[in-house]
Nanobody
């Protein structure tokens, strides 16, 4: 089970850090990532990180503002979000990739968290 935390209300230009913790299995087995879904829009890829944490990949819309990281000793993954914009408002979901795959497409995702809401006010 993946559990997100850290969402909330923030003003434009502000920062938030999301966390994703796993209770029943070691995250080190998975490439991990984040998706988001804004009101009235489809779910979209945000970022992912390799098993070792050495490789990261970002959607163009968040590149340079968001940083994904993982701490496998804590069985936790993070998304540091800086310079937030109103268009970043969405429910953010933690994801784990299927065996050997990055969770970059919905079809490649093994597990989803329930999501945490991020609201950025203008």
């Amino acid at each position: 089970q993946l559990v997100e935390s850290g969402g909330g209300l923030v003003q434009a230009g502000g920062s938030l850090r999301l966390s994703c913790a796993a209770s029943a299995r070691p995250l080190s087995r998975y490439a991990m990532g984040w998706f988001r879904q804004a009101p009235g829009k489809e779910r979209e890829f945000v970022a992912d990180i390799s098993w070792s944490g050495g490789t990261t990949y970002y959607a163009d819309s968040v590149k340079g503002r968001f940083t994904i990281a993982r701490n496998d000793t804590k069985n936790t993954m993070y998304l540091q979000m800086n310079s937030l914009k109103p268009e970043d408002t969405a429910v953010y979901y933690c994801t784990a990739g299927r065996s050997g795959l990055f969770p970059r497409r919905i079809a490649d995702i093994d597990s989803w968290g329930k999501g945490t809401l991020v609201t950025v006010s203008s």
